[in-house]
């Protein structure tokens, strides 16, 4: 499983944490060796099963005390690519039927993916309107404004000159 998520998260890998993440696994295989090549299809499958459902669990607690951010946009995105990769445990069978599990796998990884996408969305759109409104206080606070301001509504005293 862990070799398969080293394959798949490779080319999504572009930030510093999933390239990090990707060197542990990478350090793992190594170490473990002549271990991994003796589980099976089916136990991969299940290590791989427990592993998305750990992630997703986290993710989905986290997500219910509400407490987005892109720590958790991450960790949907890792749990849906780990039940994408759960689809290359599962053969086609004779009716092109999907299973219970794979339809539950599949569920789950839209779902995921979702709710990063969401969370990423409600993040930049709030960096937009912090912006906005930053921009919209230096306006009102500028010295130049304040002046053109008090120049218009002849703050000064200054009597307009009648003609």
Do not use: W
């Amino acid at each position: 499983c862990r070799l398969h998520a080293v394959q798949i998260g490779m080319p999504y890998a572009t930030s510093e944490k999933g390239k990090e993440y990707i060197a542990y696994l990478l350090g793992y295989l190594e170490d473990k060796g002549e271990a991994v090549s003796i589980i099976t299809t089916e136990e991969s499958h299940v290590i791989c099963r427990n592993h998305a459902d750990r992630i997703f669990s986290s993710a989905d607690a986290q997500d219910k005390i509400f407490s987005p951010g892109e720590d958790l946009a991450e960790m949907f995105e890792s749990a849906a690519t780990f039940y994408e990769i759960l689809g290359q445990f599962h053969g086609v069978n004779a009716q092109d039927q999907k299973t219970d599990e794979q339809r539950e796998e599949e569920s789950r990884m839209k779902h995921c993916r979702r709710r990063a996408l969401e969370i990423m969305e409600s993040i930049e759109k709030a960096k937009d309107i912090e912006n906005d409104v930053s921009q919209r206080v230096d306006n009102i606070f500028s010295p130049e404004l304040k002046l053109a301001q008090c120049e218009k509504e002849d703050c000064f005293g200054n009597e307009e000159e009648s003609s």
